[in-house]
Nanobody, 125 residues
Framework: VQLQAYGGGLVQAGASLRLSCVAS????????MAWFRQAPGKEREFVAG????????NYVDSAKGRFTIARDNAKNTVYLQMNSLKPEDTAVYYC???????????????????WGQGTEVTVSS
């Protein structure tokens, strides 16, 4: 499975961005998908996950109420809608895929076998 993430940018605090991750390869729609982020000098952090059918989602506490993960399996695409962005959301955002026996509540990066290249999000105050 190959993942291509895009949609990052420089925005002011309070703005919104939508990240997209397009998957290709062998049966991408059968994978659990997630977004992680990594800020400079920090470890990679789970942000949101979604089940392969899209019926179940999971979020890190700091993203709850502001971010929404969704997927369109017909387009092999996973989205992360980010609203009310804060400077502390600044990071490189990565999409990741795991075999579907890994559920969307799995937050450990090593459980996700496939990774996109990352898209940078910068939120100014």
């Amino acid at each position: 499975v190959q993942l291509q993430a895009y949609g990052g940018g420089l925005v002011q605090a309070g703005a919104s961005l939508r990240l997209s991750c397009v998957a290709s390869g062998s049966s991408p729609n059968t994978y659990t998908m997630a977004w992680f982020r990594q800020a400079p000098g920090k470890e990679r952090e789970f942000v949101a996950g979604i089940s392969w059918r899209g019926g179940s989602t999971n979020y890190v506490d700091s993203a709850k109420g502001r971010f929404t993960i969704a997927r369109d399996n017909a387009k092999n695409t996973v989205y992360l809608q980010m609203n009310s962005l804060k400077p502390e959301d600044t990071a490189v955002y990565y999409c990741a895929a795991a075999h579907n026996f890994v559920n969307e509540f799995t937050t450990t990066p090593k459980e996700y076998f496939y990774w996109g290249q990352g898209t940078e999000v910068t939120v100014s105050s």
